[in-house]
């Protein structure tokens, strides 16, 4: 029964606008709104815009969406309330959809509306809409507003797009810590590890000082580019601006020693490391797994649960890529089990990836496949290029192809696995199937990743490609490689042409092999620096069957421990011997 009206709509309104401004929590506010129905003016628009914002300022977005359909013309005001509280909630999707509707429907969107519609672009990577709002926010007027240009360099970044970051931050005016950050934080997510570092110098000479997340982000580019020096320096600065105690950054720390070769550092810090969380002890077991120490990862983990810290699928996932890549399949199989068994956890595609690897890797390829088969979820060509990687270490053609033809169906501009398949056709001398694969390559514009090999001296980062002579030292590089072929065929050493991808003559296959980039890189080394130093060397892609060979001549020949990290693990040379048993 509706009361009596003694006051105007609009006094009333405005009464109740107040009182409901001063309710303190969501509970109250749901009361105050009860009583707008007992006067009748549930549907007056300043009073469902007032419920509105005050619904959203307790995170309860979904009554507020409900009362906004209800509100005939909203101001652009209320659109960006709704659109910015959409982003901040996560429900980015939801977002761009009424940021479109402001487009169709709504006011023409002002300064405001642009940066929370970008943000959302971001997280869900949507460049093609990223795009779009920028035309907008030009068209509109707001080309040089300094929080539309922000969240235009985050969105680009985010999106993969760095250069297009870099000419939207090079023509502002005015830069702030969040721009500076998003370009660290793109560069080093997008694999541009040395313009991450540069970025970071440059940040901090023009008096921005860092925060967590470019700290994060600069610690990730050391850890990529094998920079230990650089790491060890940035470790410093964190000590020095009191980072040290923020767990995300500890961990970073942790992870950067280990990708840079220092293990036992890496452990070090781990143990002196204070509220471990799961992401932490995740992170030293994969490590350890990486490295080849599979018993060790294994260890730890059991550890963690004696310290009541509770696995996740990316814990298990570290210890099954552990089991992996030190041939543990009892205790691969075992841990896999126990993810449902024990901790009522439900194995995702990563853990499938893992046990795919570790079944192929083993020369189980039937059983790996049978595994894909029974997946209750339709396998990714991450778990299907495992069987295939698997297919070329045990040179199983049929399989290969039948594995390629559904990653390829999945994915037809994988440069990754067109490539892996040419190098098993290549290992058996089909050298049709191989040109065959070019041409689609070429075709579908895919081309071969190139290879290269990174190595640090004096804080630089020196680069290798296969052959290149680019590099001032490349006559004594050339010169030291040709001094050491003759000791390394003496104690045996003898080419693997099948890796080769060229159907060429033989000394000519012997040619290319020579001046693989690891070796360069290693040659680089030796050079530059002391004898009995450790050489460190990082390399982007799978490290083939005869450099993995060579180096253990070359190890024994110069009495060097020599580290390589390739794009799966880390190969610890020493004395003739790797550390990964030649499984990989």
Same mark, same amino acid.
């Not at 037809?412 to 050298?431: D, M, Q």
């Given at each position: 029964m509706r009361v009596h009206l003694s006051k105007p709509i609009t006094e009333i309104a405005l009464s109740l606008s107040s009182i409901l401004q001063k309710s303190s929590s969501l509970t109250s506010l749901k009361k105050a709104h009860a009583k707008i129905f007992t006067f009748g003016i549930q549907n007056d628009s300043q009073v469902l815009t007032k419920l509105t914002t005050l619904y959203i300022s307790f995170n309860s977005i979904d009554i507020a969406s409900v009362l906004f359909k209800y509100i005939?013309? =909203?101001?652009?005001?209320?659109?960006? #309330?709704?659109?910015? $509280? +959409?982003?901040? !909630?996560?429900?980015?999707?939801?977002?761009?959809?009424? +940021?479109?509707?402001?487009m169709e429907k709504g006011p023409r969107p002002d300064k405001y509306a642009f940066p929370m519609a970008l943000k959302s672009c971001a997280a869900l990577s949507d460049l =093609?809409? !990223?795009?779009?709002?920028?035309? /907008?926010? #030009?068209?509109?007027?707001? !080309?040089?507003?300094?929080?539309?240009?922000?969240?235009?360099?985050d969105m680009y970044a985010k999106c993969g797009k760095v250069e297009a970051a870099r000419q939207v931050f090079d023509k502002m005016s005015v830069r702030d810590l969040v721009c500076w950050t998003s370009m660290v934080s793109g560069y080093a997510h997008n694999g541009c590890n040395s313009e991450a570092l540069e970025f970071f110098d440059l940040m901090r000479c023009s008096g921005v000082k860092p925060n967590r997340v470019g700290i994060l982000s600069v610690l990730l580019a050391c850890g990529n580019l094998g920079a230990l020096r650089r790491g060890q320096w940035f470790h410093d600065y964190v000590i020095k601006t009191g980072f040290r105690s923020d767990i995300l950054i500890a961990t970073a720390i942790v992870d950067m020693y280990a990708k840079c070769g220092s293990l036992d550092l890496a452990r070090a810090l781990f143990d002196e490391t204070t509220g471990k969380d799961v992401v932490c002890w995740s992170a030293m077991i994969g490590n350890y797994g990486i490295h080849g120490h599979g018993r060790r990862a294994i260890d730890l983990f059991h550890r963690m649960i004696k310290e009541a810290v509770r696995p996740n699928h990316v814990t298990f996932t570290c210890v099954l890529s552990a089991c992996s890549h030190s041939g543990l399949i009892e205790e691969g199989n075992k841990y896999f089990r126990l993810m449902r068994e024990e901790f009522g956890i439900e194995p995702k595609l990563g853990n499938y990836s893992c046990m795919v690897d570790l079944l192929g890797r083993s020369g189980q390829l039937s059983e790996a496949e049978k595994l894909i088969q029974t997946m209750p979820v339709e396998p990714d060509v991450s778990i299907l290029g495992s069987l295939l990687g698997a297919c070329r270490v045990h040179g199983n053609i049929d399989l290969a @192809?039948?594995?390629?033809?559904?990653?390829?169906?999945?994915? =037809?501009? /994988? %440069? !990754?696995? /067109?490539?892996?398949?040419?190098?098993?056709?290549?290992?058996?001398?089909?050298?049709? *199937?191989?040109?065959?694969?070019?041409?689609?390559?070429?075709?579908?514009?895919?081309?071969?990743?190139?290879?290269?090999?990174l190595i640090e001296h004096n804080i630089l980062i020196h680069k290798f490609g296969a052959g290149d002579k680019s590099h001032t030292q490349s006559e004594k590089i050339y010169s030291l490689l040709e001094e050491l072929a003759t000791p390394m065929k003496r104690l045996g050493y003898m080419p693997l042409t099948d890796c080769?991808?060229?159907?060429?003559?033989? @000394?000519?296959? *012997?040619?290319? &092999?020579? +001046? /693989?980039?690891?070796?360069?890189?290693?040659?680089?080394?030796?050079?530059?620096? $002391? =004898?009995? %130093?450790?050489?460190?060397? %990082?390399?982007? &892609?799978?490290?083939?069957?005869?450099?993995?060979?060579?180096?253990?001549?070359?190890?024994?020949? #110069?009495n060097r421990v020599i580290l390589v990290r390739d794009n799966r693990r880390f190969h610890h040379f020493d004395n003739g011997i790797c550390s990964c048993g030649d499984y990989w």
């Open positions: 005939a013309n =909203p101001n652009s005001y209320l659109w960006n #309330v709704m659109i910015r $509280a +959409y982003a901040c !909630g996560g429900q980015f999707h939801q977002s761009l959809e009424l +940021y479109c509707l402001m =093609p809409a !990223g795009r779009l709002i920028h035309q /907008h926010s #030009v068209c509109c007027g707001c !080309g040089n507003d300094l929080y539309i240009d922000a969240a235009l360099v @192809e039948k594995i390629a033809d559904r990653i390829f169906q999945l994915d =037809p501009f /994988h %440069t !990754g696995y /067109h490539v892996l398949l040419s190098n098993i056709y290549a290992a058996k001398s089909r050298w049709v *199937e191989v040109e065959k694969i070019r041409k689609i390559m070429a075709r579908r514009g895919t081309n071969k990743i190139e290879g290269f090999s080769v991808l060229h159907d060429i003559e033989g @000394e000519a296959k *012997e040619a290319a &092999l020579s +001046y /693989h980039s690891e070796r360069l890189a290693i040659a680089f080394g030796l050079i530059n620096t $002391a =004898p009995g %130093t450790t050489l460190r060397i %990082t390399k982007n &892609l799978r490290i083939c069957r005869d450099c993995h060979n060579a180096i253990k001549f070359m190890s024994q020949i #110069v």
